[in-house]
């Protein structure tokens, strides 16, 4: 059984920052890709920052140069810093994680419960 946990949300005024951390737990054996996607009202969910296979990484435009993602792969953590936030961060963050657990040959998806992210004055 793999879990992933995510901390760190809350409520920010626009220009603040928040930090996000997200702990991979269970009997995981091997990590592709770990990283943030984020899903606000009424929206699909999009893509924030990722580490890839290779330890990459992909920002969405919106977000470069304001978010920071980073990694702990003795922990298999991964954080996002958010500085400069905008109202229009506001969203649900979730955590995934794309990796094989111990009894698998395959890689399968893994989300996180969603951590809320409100930008507001």
């Known amino acids: 059984q793999v879990q992933l946990v995510e901390s760190g949300g809350g409520l920010v005024q626009p220009g603040g920052s928040l930090r996000l951390s997200c702990a991979a737990s269970?009997?995981?054996?091997?990590?592709?890709?770990m990283g943030w996607y984020r899903q606000a009202p009424g929206k699909q969910r999009e893509l924030v920052a990722l580490?890839?296979?290779?330890?990459?990484?992909n920002y969405a435009d919106s977000v470069k140069g304001r978010f920071t993602i980073s990694r702990d792969n003795a922990k298999n953590t991964v954080y996002l810093q958010m500085n400069s936030l905008k109202p229009e961060d506001t969203a649900v963050y979730y955590c995934?994680?794309?990796?094989?657990?111990?009894?698998?040959?395959?890689?399968?998806?893994?989300w996180g419960q969603g951590t809320q992210v409100t930008v507001s004055s």
């Open positions: 995934n994680a794309k990796l094989r657990t111990r009894d698998s040959v395959n890689y399968y998806n893994y």
């Open positions: 269970g009997s995981i054996s091997s990590v592709y890709a």
């Open positions: 580490f890839t296979s290779g330890g990459s990484t």
